[in-house]
């Protein structure tokens, strides 16, 4: 089978970084008990533990949309609201999903600068009514890093979190890309998640390195009350667990999870200097985490496209979407950059 070519279209391109494919042959060495009484699971949930610093509850689904879905569904009643950011993936990429395992909360959508969402805007939407018509707000949920690549400060989270304590609202964060955005605030984990106030994390593995298997952590224990029998419903009960879990010991062993940050973060920057030179091209956001957006001109889009290059241009506020990841290389950077500059001319 011809390899396909490499691409920036998604983080998710990527395949599986050496260390957690390592975990998971080691993993498959015999029997083991199913449904997450394995020792593997153990050990990862300790190991994440040990990454927070503090006692949470940890479970493993198949992806983000059911980590997202399921963390919110337990957080609320049907009746109840959750809001978010306008590009959050909670609201325009899980095909109605949260409203769907929760039996009817409504996502309210507020708005802020560069994918954040801003505390005032927050306020408002959960304020403007008190009344029983209303959905009763109840989460507050961000992305770190954001639909369109940039990061929450740890002051940025504490006064999110804040706001959600005097609203009398749970906070919730998506972390698909958590790990590019500890890479740039360069701070313990425990200071954009618990500390700062995040009551449910749902923790992307996949995009950093991984196959399956996103860690749900409950940092308020008392939330992940029959968190397990959610997830059996749903079909998010993996009977081998162990090669949903054995993964993350891979990631979190030696501080591979940085190292594999790191490293798509700087490709983001080399891919974002490289493109900036090009006469005509605009960035849209700062690069703060895995992914570049740009503006170009439609025909040069579809010039780029005609060369086999495959990229989303709907994300956040449209533009060219493109992402690095923990495999991308530096022939590839020049690749693209080449291709556009010649797109450009032609
Ligand atoms: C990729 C991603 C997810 C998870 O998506 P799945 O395809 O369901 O695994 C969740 N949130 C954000 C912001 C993402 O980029």
């Known amino acids: 089978m011809p390899a396909i070519r490499r691409q920036f279209a998604s983080d998710n391109y990527a395949g599986i970084c050496p260390e957690a494919l390592d975990a998971l042959v080691r993993a498959n060495m015999g029997h083991a008990v199913p449904y997450g009484e394995d020792e593997y699971t153990a050990r990862a949930c300790d190991m994440l533990r040990a990454f927070f610093e503090t006692d949470c509850e940890v479970f493993f689904v198949f992806n983000g949309t059911a980590a997202n879905s399921l963390a919110l569904a337990s957080l609320c009643r049907s009746y109840h609201s959750v809001v978010c950011h306008h590009h959050a993936h909670i609201e325009t990429d899980e095909c109605g999903a949260p409203e769907f395992f929760s039996s009817g909360t409504k996502i309210l959508l507020a708005g802020g600068d560069e994918g954040k969402l801003n505390p005032g805007e927050v306020e408002d939407v959960a304020l403007r009514r008190a009344d029983i018509h209303y959905p009763k707000p109840r989460v507050i949920s961000i992305t770190q890093a954001t639909e369109v690549g940039t990061v929450y400060s740890p002051e940025e989270v504490r006064g999110l979190g804040a706001c959600a304590r005097r609203l009398g609202l749970r906070l919730h964060m998506d972390g698909a890309r958590l790990a590019n955005a500890l890479a740039t605030l360069q701070v313990r984990p425990a200071e954009i998640t618990w500390k700062a106030g995040v009551d449910v994390l749902c923790f992307g593995g996949v995009k950093n390195g991984i196959a399956a298997g996103e860690a749900v952590v409950f940092f308020d224990k008392r939330l992940a009350d029959e968190f397990d029998y959610r997830c059996k419903q749903a079909g998010q009960l993996s009977s081998k667990m162990r090669f949903l879990s054995a993964p993350w010991i891979g990631l979190l062993t030696a501080d591979t999870w940085l190292r594999n940050a790191v490293h798509a973060n700087r490709c983001a920057l080399s891919l974002h200097d490289g493109l900036a030179r090009i006469p005509g091209i ?54 693209l950059v080449r291709d556009v500059a010649s797109a450009m001319e032609g």
């Open 282 to 335: 605009r960035v849209m956001f700062p690069v703060q985490a895995n992914a570049v957006f740009v503006e170009m001109p439609r025909h040069v889009i579809e010039r780029l496209h005609g060369m086999g290059w495959r990229f989303y241009t709907f994300i956040g506020e449209g533009g060219v979407r493109l992402m690095c990841s923990w495999d991308t290389t530096e022939q590839d950077i020049n690749d």
